[in-house]
């Protein structure tokens, strides 16, 4: 090694070392060899040649899904791929001249590359498969549309007659409606009658944005301005769906009335925000296993007068949440318990908390199957974690002592942590008869209403006919 140990005065000093150094190293015999480098470069000069000039060929990957019909798209053009690979997640790796498409480290095919913009269509003969294909089998979202509702199978048939091969799609949007909002909510929106046609996609997009509660009310134009194919893949792999969906329309508006790029942005931001909060408060929805689309809203409060409006609105604001405190309504069956307590989920799973609907019934017949598997553990940190706990119809249950000590052990994890609201008919004085064991129950009652709001009703029961 050249370098350790030398000192040298300037960088010509250095070089000045290096050469003499070089000189010594290659003027030295090589005992592998029997000669010096210095003596095999005078005897090989004459007969080595000069390498041809390379340039070597430069590739860019992309990230592509294979397309219903067999085609993925790279700047517009369209490209074939043999039947096997519909669906698939491959890698277009663009050339200067050719395009190679990897599934995984297989090569599965190769192109002729096209000017960019110019919306070909290639398709090698041995792709001609598509001409000859019968129509292609209902995928999943369609199979479960089609189970949901005869409104949504009607809407499915509309979306094949229009996009053809290309309306598997328009059919992930519209399961994705699905997923997010509830289904009479859907079918309501999609039996209404829409000027521009709610059985496109298009459509049920601008549905979606007044079910989000979008910024912007106007129509979109039938005109688009083109995605480039990049932003597009990017989008759909950051799972930015509702982005991708509005993002030619913003870009069209906003060419067209002159916003700045800030201004843009926010609103593909605002958008993509809404619709995920949609999603996620569906979400939470679907885990919380509400029984019915109650609100507070909706609640009959001319027709049961022992409940105080005030008092419920509130306990609607949600800081005794804050507080960890609980809720108990005591009444007679029918009196309107479940539906006060399903509307105070409902607000709580509207400002981003988690929480459960849970009879207690089931709820202890949940604490007796994980004694059996031994699963009583996760059991308890699942319902622990929860922001807000309801149970309902706390009634006379014929118990084991081993189901009362689950729920006093519940119980007492979720004191000072998490709220919980109970509807039963029976006041505290009669919890000692179907939980027994007194001292627990005594300690049970002390955690529950040491931070508690216990709202007693009296008055008939909405179930009566009016």
Same mark, same amino acid.
């Given at each position: 090694?050249?370098?350790?140990?030398?000192?040298?005065?300037?960088?010509?000093?250095?070089?000045?070392?290096?050469? +003499?150094?070089?000189? %010594?190293?290659?003027?030295?015999?090589?005992? @592998?060899?029997?000669?010096?480098?210095?003596?095999?470069?005078?005897?090989?000069?004459?007969?080595?040649?000069?390498?041809?000039?390379?340039?070597?060929?430069?590739?860019?990957? /992309?990230?592509?899904?294979?397309?219903?019909?067999?085609?993925?798209?790279?700047?517009?053009?369209?490209?074939?791929?043999?039947?096997?690979?519909?669906?698939?997640?491959?890698?277009?790796h663009e050339h200067r001249r050719l395009l190679r498409v990897y599934d995984g480290h297989r090569l599965v095919v190769q192109h002729?590359?096209?000017?960019?913009?110019?919306?070909?269509?290639?398709?090698?003969?041995?792709?001609?498969?598509?001409?000859? !294909?019968?129509?292609?089998?209902?995928?999943?979202?369609?199979?479960?549309?089609?189970?949901?509702?005869?409104?949504?199978?009607?809407?499915?048939?509309?979306?094949?007659?229009? /996009?053809? $091969?290309?309306?598997?799609?328009? +059919?992930?949007?519209?399961?994705?409606?699905?997923?997010?909002?509830?289904?009479?909510?859907?079918?309501?929106?999609? %039996?209404?009658?829409?000027?521009?046609?709610?059985?496109?996609? @298009?459509?049920?997009?601008?549905?979606?944005?007044?079910?989000?509660?979008?910024?912007? #009310?106007?129509?979109?134009?039938?005109?688009?301005?083109?995605?480039?194919?990049?932003?597009?893949?990017?989008?759909?792999?950051?799972?930015?769906?509702?982005?991708?969906?509005?993002?030619?329309?913003?870009?069209?508006?906003? %060419?067209?009335?002159?916003?700045?790029?800030?201004?843009?942005? @926010?609103?593909?931001?605002?958008?993509?925000? %809404?619709?995920?909060?949609?999603?996620?408060?569906?979400?939470?929805? !679907?885990?919380?296993?509400?029984?019915?689309?109650?609100?507070?809203?909706?609640?009959?409060?001319?027709?049961?007068p022992g409940v105080k409006r005030a008092v419920i609105e509130e306990l609607a604001v949600l800081g005794f949440m804050a507080r960890? @405190?609980?809720?108990?309504?005591?009444?007679?069956?029918?009196? $309107?318990?479940?539906?006060?307590?399903?509307?105070?989920?409902?607000?709580?799973?509207?400002?981003?908390?988690?929480?459960?609907?849970?009879?207690?019934?089931?709820?202890?017949?949940? +604490?007796?199957?994980?004694?059996?598997?031994?699963?009583?553990?996760?059991?308890?940190?699942?319902?622990?974690?929860?922001?807000?706990?309801?149970?309902?119809?706390? $009634?006379?249950?014929?118990?084991?002592?081993?189901?009362?000590?689950?729920?006093?052990?519940? +119980?007492?994890?979720?004191?000072?942590? *998490?709220?919980?609201?109970? #509807?039963?008919?029976? *006041?505290?004085?009669?919890?000692?008869?179907?939980?027994?064991? *007194?001292?627990?129950?005594?300690?049970?009652?002390?955690?529950?209403?040491?931070?508690?709001?216990?709202?007693?009703?009296?008055?008939? #029961?909405?179930?009566?006919?009016?």
């Amino acid at each position: 090694n050249f370098y350790p140990g030398r000192t040298f005065t300037s960088l010509d000093d250095l070089n000045a070392q290096l050469a +003499m150094w070089c000189e %010594q190293k290659n003027g030295t015999v090589r005992r @592998s060899l029997g000669f010096s480098p210095k003596e095999l470069w005078a005897a090989e000069r004459s007969a080595l040649q000069p390498l041809p000039l390379h340039i070597p060929d430069v590739m860019e990957p /992309h990230d592509r899904r294979v397309d219903t019909e067999g085609y993925v798209t790279l700047h517009t053009n369209r490209y074939s791929m043999p039947e096997a690979s519909i669906g698939r997640q491959v890698v277009v790796h663009e050339h200067r001249r050719l395009l190679r498409v990897y599934d995984g480290h297989r090569l599965v095919v190769q192109h002729e590359k096209q000017p960019d913009g110019a919306r070909a269509r290639v398709t090698l003969p041995e792709h001609e498969y598509r001409r000859r !294909r019968e129509a292609a089998p209902a995928s999943e979202p369609e199979r479960v549309l089609r189970a949901a509702s005869p409104v949504l199978g009607a809407m499915a048939d509309a979306l094949r007659k229009k /996009h053809g $091969g290309q309306a598997l799609r328009a +059919m992930r949007h519209l399961h994705g409606f699905y997923l997010d909002y509830p289904t009479e909510v859907l079918v309501e929106a999609v %039996q209404a009658p829409c000027p521009t046609g709610c059985w496109t996609s @298009s459509g049920s997009r601008r549905w979606s944005s007044s079910a989000s509660a979008a910024t912007s #009310s106007d129509y979109p134009s039938t005109t688009r301005t083109p995605m480039d194919d990049d932003l597009d893949q990017l989008l759909t792999n950051l799972k930015m769906t509702r982005a991708a969906e509005i993002l030619p329309e913003l870009l069209e508006r906003a %060419q067209r009335e002159g916003w700045g790029y800030s201004h843009l942005l @926010s609103r593909v931001l605002r958008e993509e925000h %809404q619709a995920r909060e949609m999603r996620f408060l569906g979400h939470r929805m !679907r885990r919380a296993h509400l029984p019915e689309p109650w609100t507070l809203e909706t609640f009959p409060w001319e027709r049961q007068p022992g409940v105080k409006r005030a008092v419920i609105e509130e306990l609607a604001v949600l800081g005794f949440m804050a507080r960890a @405190s609980n809720i108990v309504f005591i009444g007679p069956t029918g009196t $309107g318990k479940t539906g006060l307590s399903v509307g105070l989920l409902r607000k709580a799973l509207e400002r981003g908390h988690t929480g459960l609907f849970i009879k207690a019934q089931d709820l202890f017949d949940d +604490m007796y199957t994980s004694l059996a598997d031994r699963s009583s553990r996760a059991l308890i940190d699942r319902l622990t974690r929860l922001d807000l706990l309801v149970i309902d119809e706390m $009634g006379y249950l014929n118990l084991r002592p081993e189901q009362s000590n689950m729920f006093f052990k519940l +119980m007492e994890e979720r004191y000072g942590r *998490k709220s919980t609201v109970i #509807s039963t008919n029976l *006041k505290y004085d009669d919890w000692y008869g179907f939980l027994g064991q *007194k001292e627990m129950v005594g300690a049970l009652l002390d955690r529950l209403r040491h931070h508690c709001t216990t709202i007693e009703i009296n008055g008939p #029961s909405l179930r009566a006919a009016t």
